[in-house]
């Protein structure tokens, strides 16, 4: 059975807006990870070290702010830790790795689309993709828009695809 002219566009503009989709929503996210990879380090290290450098300077007998300084610094970090301060970045990153998947997914149904074929087989396969792609957005944490303006720029600019 052959497929429209109407039929092959309508399958093709469906598959490229899932495609497009993908490839910003997945850019924007591994955006979004190594941001909070980043700070979720810096959370840690940076206290920890702030408390390093107290204590030494309270060992020797400075004043006793030193001291408090050290505990507290101590505490941010502990508490930064426990709490995983890079698990953002972890949710983040398995966003962006589902989008991707998706994404080959889409582009290997746009390389195979000819026009033999059944279109109520071709209209379910679209709409299964569309399905998983709404599946994915259903479940992810919302992506800073800060993280999405340097994945779109990067996209425009072309240093990412």
Same mark, same amino acid.
């Given at each position: 059975? &052959?497929?429209?002219?109407?039929?092959?566009?309508?399958?093709?503009?469906?598959?490229?807006?899932?495609?497009?989709?993908?490839?910003?929503?997945?850019?924007?996210?591994?955006?979004?990870?190594?941001?909070?990879?980043?700070?979720?380090?810096?959370?840690?290290?940076?206290?920890?070290?702030?408390?390093?450098?107290?204590?030494?300077?309270?060992?020797?007998?400075?004043?006793?702010?030193?001291?408090?300084?050290?505990?507290?610094?101590?505490?941010?970090?502990?508490?930064? &830790?426990?709490?995983?301060?890079?698990?953002?970045?972890?949710?983040?990153?398995?966003?962006?790795? &589902?989008?991707?998947?998706?994404?080959?997914?889409?582009?290997?149904?746009?390389?195979?689309?000819?026009?033999?074929?059944?279109?109520?087989?071709?209209?379910?396969?679209?709409?299964?993709?569309?399905?998983?792609?709404?599946?994915?957005?259903? &479940?992810?944490?919302?992506?800073?828009?800060?993280?999405?303006?340097?994945?779109?720029?990067?996209?425009?600019?072309?240093?990412?695809?």
């Amino acid at each position: 059975m &052959s497929l429209t002219e109407a039929q092959i566009d309508a399958v093709k503009g469906q598959l490229e807006s899932i495609h497009q989709s993908c490839l910003y929503s997945a850019q924007a996210y591994f955006e979004a990870a190594k941001r909070a990879e980043l700070w979720g380090r810096l959370m840690v290290f940076v206290p920890a070290c702030v408390s390093a450098v107290s204590g030494f300077m309270s060992s020797f007998g400075h004043r006793p702010l030193w001291g408090g300084v050290a505990a507290v610094a101590g505490a941010v970090a502990a508490t930064a &830790s426990f709490l995983g301060a890079t698990k953002k970045s972890t949710d983040f990153l398995a966003s962006a790795r &589902s989008y991707t998947v998706l994404r080959h997914k889409v582009k290997l149904e746009l390389q195979f689309l000819s026009r033999q074929g059944d279109y109520a087989d071709l209209r379910r396969r679209v709409e299964e993709l569309n399905n998983e792609y709404t599946q994915i957005v259903s &479940s992810d944490i919302p992506v800073p828009n800060r993280s999405f303006d340097l994945a779109s720029r990067r996209i425009d600019e072309g240093a990412a695809s």
